[in-house]
């Protein structure tokens, strides 16, 4: 705490201290969240004036409370993309994002590394063991077989033929099948871990 009030007094000598500490504390509640934003600040205390969108998201938080006590040299962060100083609660990189340009960064998809060829790119799907396939690396298989296997451990004793036909009309697409196999064997056989296809 001691760290951000001289932090703060350095760029807002007349901002009571008792002002400062009520703004961090309802801010930063957390202790990790406060030795971080101390940290942050203790580092590069230019970030409270700057305007630099970068730091933890708890400088905004902290700027953001502070204003409305008459401060004079405190500036709001900018977001990186855009400029804007809008709440920041994305981070790319070092970076702070608005949701608006994390989104764009993205392309408002997650990425993550596609289980063939191991590249982060756009999840296009997922396969039957729930691994993220990329837009050049789609499942084959359909699905049915992966529901189909785990009906059979569960001993619903339906027979293949109508076990085949509900799941085609309940789930008519493949993905819709590989989805429910992925999620099918991490509810109903939690022991088993999904293989990855990679090995
Ligand atoms: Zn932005
Ligand atoms: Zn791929």
Do not use: N, Y
């Amino acid at each position: 705490m001691e760290a951000i009030v001289e932090a703060v007094t350095g760029a807002e000598p007349e901002l009571p201290v008792a002002i400062i500490e009520q703004v961090a504390a309802q801010v930063a509640p957390a202790r990790m969240q406060l030795r971080r934003l101390a940290q942050a600040l203790t580092t590069d205390p230019e970030l409270l004036t700057s305007g630099r969108g970068e730091g933890p998201r708890h400088v905004e938080l902290l700027i953001r409370g502070l204003l409305p006590h008459g401060t004079r040299r405190l500036v709001l962060p900018r977001c990186a993309g855009c400029g804007r100083t809008t709440s920041l609660e994305h981070r790319d990189g070092a970076r702070r994002l608005c949701s608006h340009c994390k989104r764009k960064t993205t392309g408002g998809e997650p990425r993550e590394p596609c289980a063939v060829c191991g590249k982060s790119l756009k999840v296009f799907c997922h396969d039957q063991d729930g691994f993220p396939r990329c837009q050049k690396h789609p499942p084959a298989e359909d699905g049915t077989d992966a529901i189909l296997r785990i009906l059979k451990q569960l001993d619903t004793g339906l027979d293949e033929r109508t076990a085949t036909a509900a799941i085609k009309k309940s789930l008519p697409h493949a993905h819709q099948r590989r989805k429910a196999a992925s999620q099918l064997r991490h509810t109903c056989s939690p022991a088993r871990v999904p293989k990855d296809p990679r090995q």
